[in-house]
């Protein structure tokens, strides 16, 4: 097949829209498929994560990717996507998120080449964004126009309403197995036990609340240090936030890392205090090196890959201090339960493993294809 991939931008991106799209390209490019990639990025642009040489990246370089586009921008934007897929002519177009689905299903309108959807979030994230209930009604009704719609918890697709069930499939992230496994119960050389946390430092990932909660505990639990591993907005805010609780030294943010094996190793417990999630990379490879988990209840995806009690704590409610500040507090306390819910955290991702994952997106192409 002759597939086209799209995302808004790849350059220097580390998140998990960025990873994924690049992993699935990568595979089908192995699996003997033609694979192109268009962006809104400029000229220069550099991934993050490796690419494979035999993907051809279109680079629009038309305006800055990171700003709403105008009328004048988006005609531009239009012109070119059409010319780039008539000279193409790909079985099927790939767009990873929802406002990039919108943007280049209506570019190449009447063209019919299928195009399917493929969103990364769960639709909850409506009930936390300005876009509302307006923007989860103008997405839905877009993707009336979608070949399929891949989500990845199949209880997402309740979230849909009725008239897009039979579009949706449900495809996991795939979850690598660990080389190396994390000992929750063992301190490090130094005697200390470190809570880790990855992701990019915004709004979504609600950090300010893994910190404050901390703040709650800290002195209870003086073994005990954070790294959060991540880039992005929200850095000066946090940071402002561990000088006012005179915890510097104590919870770090380092940035982001290429290779996070020897993190997760070195770590005891994992948190993740988004407010939303799709199927979030980093707790899923967190529970793969062994470690157990520590989210909100009400964050979807989250909510996913942590069974209370026996892979994680679910702390009640979304963003709540409190109530995350003492599923902290208990599973730092309690070796015995990093233990075995890390062991049964492992266990749990095991049905997620790469080649049935990349067989379900193959299958997935060939369906729209065939359609």
Same mark, same amino acid.
């Given at each position: 097949?002759?597939?086209?991939?799209?995302?808004?931008?790849?350059?220097?991106?580390?998140?998990?829209?960025?990873?994924?799209?690049?992993?699935?390209?990568?595979?089908?490019?192995?699996?003997?498929?033609?694979?192109?990639?268009?962006?809104?990025?400029?000229?220069?642009?550099?991934?993050?994560?490796?690419?494979?040489?035999?993907?051809?990246?279109?680079?629009?370089?038309?305006?800055?990717?990171?700003?709403?586009?105008?009328?004048?921008?988006?005609?531009?934007?239009?012109?070119?996507? =059409?010319? +780039?897929?008539?000279?193409?002519?790909? !079985?099927? &177009?790939?767009?990873?998120?929802?406002?990039? $689905?919108? #943007?280049? @299903?209506?570019?190449?309108?009447?063209?019919?080449?299928?195009?399917?959807?493929?969103?990364?979030?769960?639709?909850?994230?409506?009930?936390?964004?300005?876009?509302?209930?307006?923007?989860?009604?103008?997405?839905?009704?877009?993707?009336?126009?979608?070949?399929?719609?891949?989500?990845?918890?199949?209880?997402? =697709?309740? +979230?849909?309403?009725?008239?897009?069930? !039979?579009? &949706?499939?449900?495809?996991?992230?795939?979850? $690598?197995? #660990?080389? @190396?496994?994390?000992?929750?119960?063992?301190?490090?050389?130094?005697?200390?036990?470190?809570?880790?946390?990855?992701?990019?430092?915004?709004?979504?990932?609600?950090?300010?609340?893994?910190?404050?909660?901390?703040?709650?505990?800290?002195?209870?639990?003086?073994?005990?240090?954070?790294?959060?591993?991540?880039?992005?907005?929200?850095?000066?805010?946090?940071?402002?936030?561990?000088?006012?609780?005179?915890?510097?030294?104590?919870?770090?943010?380092?940035?982001?890392?290429?290779?996070?094996?020897?993190?997760?190793?070195?770590?005891?417990?994992?948190?993740?205090?988004?407010?939303?999630?799709?199927?979030?990379?980093?707790?899923?490879?967190?529970?793969?090196?062994?470690?157990?988990?520590?989210?909100?209840?009400?964050?979807?995806?989250?909510?996913?890959?942590?069974?209370?009690?026996?892979?994680?704590?679910?702390?009640?409610?979304?963003?709540?201090?409190?109530?995350?500040?003492?599923?902290?507090?208990?599973?730092?306390?309690?070796?015995?339960?990093?233990?075995?819910?890390?062991?049964?955290?492992?266990?749990?991702?095991?049905?997620?493993?790469?080649?049935?994952?990349?067989?379900?997106?193959?299958?997935?192409?060939?369906?729209?294809?065939?359609?």
């Amino acid at each position: 097949m002759r597939l086209m991939f799209s995302a808004r931008a790849l350059h220097r991106m580390a998140g998990g829209v960025e990873r994924m799209i690049t992993l699935i390209m990568n595979e089908m490019v192995v699996r003997g498929h033609e694979v192109d990639l268009l962006t809104w990025d400029l000229a220069g642009a550099e991934t993050f994560f490796a690419m494979s040489p035999e993907i051809r990246w279109h680079v629009l370089n038309l305006g800055d990717p990171a700003r709403k586009a105008g009328k004048d921008l988006m005609l531009r934007r239009a012109t070119r996507v =059409r010319d +780039l897929v008539r000279r193409r002519r790909p !079985d099927v &177009i790939v767009c990873f998120q929802g406002g990039q $689905f919108m #943007a280049v @299903r209506s570019y190449i309108f009447g063209l019919g080449i299928p195009v399917i959807a493929a969103e990364r979030n769960a639709p909850t994230l409506f009930d936390h964004t300005q876009a509302g209930a307006r923007g989860r009604t103008i997405m839905f009704n877009a993707f009336r126009l979608a070949r399929f719609v891949t989500v990845q918890c199949e209880s997402y =697709r309740t +979230l849909y309403p009725n008239f897009l069930h !039979d579009r &949706i499939i449900t495809i996991p992230n795939p979850v $690598f197995p #660990a080389h @190396r496994t994390a000992v929750p119960d063992r301190s490090a050389d130094n005697g200390r036990f470190q809570l880790l946390s990855i992701g990019r430092l915004g709004y979504q990932k609600n950090y300010d609340c893994l910190i404050s909660a901390f703040a709650r505990i800290a002195e209870r639990c003086p073994e005990w240090n954070v790294v959060i591993i991540g880039e992005g907005e929200d850095r000066p805010k946090l940071e402002d936030m561990v000088r006012a609780a005179g915890l510097e030294g104590r919870i770090v943010l380092p940035g982001t890392v290429t290779d996070p094996e020897d993190v997760y190793a070195a770590a005891h417990l994992f948190c993740l205090s988004s407010r939303w999630e799709g199927f979030p990379n980093a707790l899923a490879e967190a529970q793969a090196h062994g470690l157990p988990a520590v989210g909100f209840a009400g964050c979807a995806g989250v909510n996913e890959l942590i069974v209370d009690g026996a892979t994680g704590l679910l702390a009640p409610g979304n963003g709540d201090i409190e109530s995350l500040a003492a599923a902290l507090a208990r599973l730092m306390a309690s070796p015995e339960e990093r233990c075995r819910m890390g062991a049964a955290a492992r266990a749990s991702v095991r049905a997620y493993t790469p080649d049935r994952i990349m067989d379900l997106w193959e299958q997935t192409l060939q369906r729209s294809v065939r359609a």
